[in-house]
């Protein structure tokens, strides 16, 4: 349009706040989805805004309840008339204030953005100084919106904290994982622990294409090393089900008492089950955690809830034994 910056693609209108705006865009510069976008708040700073949502429609042809011969007659209108009465609206969800110093800086914005501001394109310089990398830095990828814009991430910041890789299926969760990796041994010299229970990296190769700084190592379950109420929720027994909770448990300190570990501690678990339901109406003999021995009656109500561990843990042995191991994982993997 005639008077306007190319870099303006809209004025800011109808109800505004710190969080997100509305603009009427300028027809001949419509910014697509994900595209970033500045705008001024009440105070005169420069508010940095990302394009969420885009609505065309027609004045002539916007009600609802017209028929479609109402409509069908408008389209036969002059092409110059529908022009006219075309409206795009955009609306931007607020990222922060643009703050300029040595290096941008993004701050919270705590005032609404001023009705009839004019919206205009973030420009590259300002993108590229908040998406920069640097020393330290790694590239996963570009902006969507900004193909020239590239991403980094500070590779400081990412293990020092927890973070996630969050989006929908399809989204490229297991892409950008793979590029993390990538980066994070070939750029930085890095170790990387990767845990895959669906096998969605066994054909894993470094963007080199070689596999020699690939350890596969096989999965594994040392039951040894966890609690006994642990071991009780791996194998399904609900937190709810207190008595067979208890038996198993009872069992399970009394295998690592008997020094049982990977596959021979769960087979001696099934024995002591068996054990225990043929002494119903007597005592048997247990361990407890604290690795002392005490004794306990079994009585013939406690049958049921014996046979339902026995039933539980069978399960697991039958669909997991071939994991249950003695080796130590943690051992086998070394830096670099």
């Known amino acids: 349009m005639e008077g306007l910056p190319e870099d303006v693609v809209g004025l800011v209108?109808?109800?505004?706040?710190?969080?997100?705006?509305?603009?009427?865009?300028?027809?001949?510069?419509?910014?697509?989805?994900?595209?970033?976008?500045?705008?001024?708040?009440?105070?005169?700073e420069d508010v940095l805004g990302i394009v969420k949502e885009t609505v065309n429609f027609n004045k002539l042809i916007m009600d609802e309840s017209h028929s479609f011969s109402y409509v069908l007659k408008n389209l036969g209108a002059s092409e110059k008339l529908l022009?006219?009465?075309?409206?795009?609206?955009?609306?931007?969800?607020?990222?922060?204030?643009?703050?300029?110093g040595a290096e941008i800086d993004i701050q919270p914005n705590r005032v609404p953005v001023k009705p009839s501001s004019p919206v205009r394109l973030a420009n590259d310089k300002i993108l590229k100084e908040i998406f920069k990398g640097g020393h330290g830095y790694i590239e996963i990828g570009c902006l969507l919106a900004r193909s020239s814009i590239p991403v980094g991430l500070d590779v400081k910041e990412l293990v020092l904290r927890h973070f996630a890789i969050?989006?929908?299926?399809?989204?490229?969760?297991?892409?950008?994982?793979?590029?993390?990796?990538?980066?994070?041994?070939?750029?930085?010299?890095?170790t990387v622990i990767l845990i895959d229970p669906h096998g969605e990296y066994a054909t894993y190769r470094f963007e080199d294409g070689k596999e020699r700084d690939k350890v596969v190592l096989p999965a594994g379950i040392r039951p040894e090393t966890l609690e006994p109420w642990e071991f009780a929720s791996l194998v399904g027994i609900s937190r709810d089900a207190s008595v067979q909770r208890l038996h198993l448990e009872r069992m399970?300190?009394?295998?690592?008492?008997?020094?049982k570990s990977g596959k021979e501690l769960v087979e001696r678990i099934l024995e002591l089950t068996d054990e225990w339901?043929?002494?119903?109406?007597?005592?048997?003999?247990?361990?407890?955690?604290?690795n002392s021995q005490n004794?306990?009656?079994?009585?013939?109500?406690?049958?049921?809830?014996?046979?339902?561990?026995?039933?539980?843990?069978?399960?697991?042995?039958?669909?997991?034994?071939?994991?249950?191991?003695?080796?130590?994982?943690?051992?086998?993997?070394?830096?670099?």
Do not use: C
């Open 13 to 44: 209108f109808g109800p505004s706040s710190n969080t997100e705006f509305s603009f009427t865009v300028n027809p001949d510069n419509i910014p697509k989805f994900g595209e970033y976008v500045m705008a001024e708040n009440r105070d005169g």
């Open 83 to 100: 022009q006219m009465n075309d409206v795009v609206v955009a609306t931007a969800k607020v990222l922060g204030v643009v703050k300029s």
């Open 166 to 190: 969050l989006a929908v299926t399809g989204g490229g969760k297991s892409n950008t994982a793979a590029v993390l990796i990538n980066e994070l041994v070939k750029k930085m010299g890095g």
């Open 252 to 259: 399970f300190t009394t295998a690592l008492h008997e020094n």
């Open 277 to 290: 339901i043929n002494s119903a109406g007597g005592e048997v003999e247990y361990f407890d955690i604290r």
């Open 295 to 336: 004794r306990a009656r079994i009585d013939r109500q406690d049958i049921n809830s014996l046979s339902r561990v026995r039933e539980y843990v069978t399960a697991f042995y039958r669909t997991y034994g071939d994991l249950l191991t003695q080796n130590d994982l943690l051992a086998n993997i070394k830096p670099g």
